[in-house]
């Protein structure tokens, strides 16, 4: 008989702590990461770890903001704003309907979609961050389309695994809009903040939050650790060359979808 899954305060600090590290060592929230192991190791079932990692995320992602605000000031975000409208027309849509898909999806076809996606995550990170040519690739009214479009596929695919959507929206910000890389990571918490809560409000609707107030401390221990990991993450990424870091953890990405596939 399989024993139950531990979900005490150590292992669920311990644990976002080490995925907050390589999120943070990425530029990203640790998301990615963290699903598989709330499915694989703490044994949720695969809409409810959606949930949770989405209230991690969140916590993770509101905490970045005046992380960064020392490097990319907030008003420099806030000239970027047209640029934010355009993805979030797209995202907040895409978010909707994903988290209306996942309510309705049985937990084996959610668990075999999720180890897709993040086959799709592991192949961006092997292709790296890419660097624009500091101009936006389109003009006018085919920019403003290819930017609802790119935000209408974010939003779904952050509803879909309860991820902010960074590892999507950064390359999509320096390639789409010619923003540079580093100014591209507060645009995409900018973005991600409100995509998450329109997420949440569809979900809200079909009572999926039950599992959040019946794991309160297991949630705000993991997003503390969370927090602190990510923020060691960032002091520790110059100690790790980027073509040993980027490969690694596409390979533990790689392990985790197939441990999710196999829990379908």
Do not use: C
């Not at 960064?68 to 000031?73: D, E, K």
């Not at 209306?100 to 993040?118: D, E, F, M, Q, Y």
């Amino acid at each position: 008989m399989r024993s139950a899954p531990r979900r005490g305060p150590v292992p669920a600090f311990l644990g976002g702590g080490l995925i907050g590290m390589l999120g943070g060592l990425v530029g990203l929230g640790g998301a990615e990461f963290r699903l598989p192991l709330l499915i694989g190791t703490f044994g949720f079932p695969a809409l409810e770890a959606v949930i949770v990692n989405k209230a991690t995320s969140l916590v993770v992602v509101a905490s970045a903001l005046p992380f960064r605000a020392g490097s990319i000031p907030l008003a420099e975000v806030a000239a970027h704003w047209p640029v934010i409208v355009n993805l979030l027309a797209g995202s907040l849509a895409g978010a909707w309907l994903g988290a209306g898909w996942a309510t309705r999806l049985r937990s084996a076809t959610l668990h075999r979609v999720i180890a897709v996606l993040l086959v799709a995550i592991a192949g961006l990170l092997l292709a790296g961050h890419a660097q624009g040519s500091g101009a936006p690739a389109l003009a006018g009214a085919a920019l403003v389309a290819a930017g609802v479009a790119a935000g209408l596929v974010i939003g779904v695919v952050a509803a879909l695994l309860g991820v902010a959507g960074g590892e999507l929206l950064i390359p999509t910000l320096v390639m789409l809009f010619g923003v540079d890389v580093k100014l591209a990571g507060s645009l995409s918490l900018a973005v991600s903040l409100p995509t998450m809560v329109a997420a949440f409000a569809r979900y809200s609707r079909d009572g999926s939050f039950d599992v959040l107030a019946r794991e309160r401390p297991f949630v705000l221990v993991m997003a503390v650790g969370s927090v602190a990991g990510a923020f060691v993450g960032g002091l520790l990424l110059g100690l790790v060359p980027g073509p040993v870091l980027l490969p690694a953890l596409a390979a533990i990405l790689l392990l985790s979808a197939t441990k999710v596939w196999r829990h379908a």
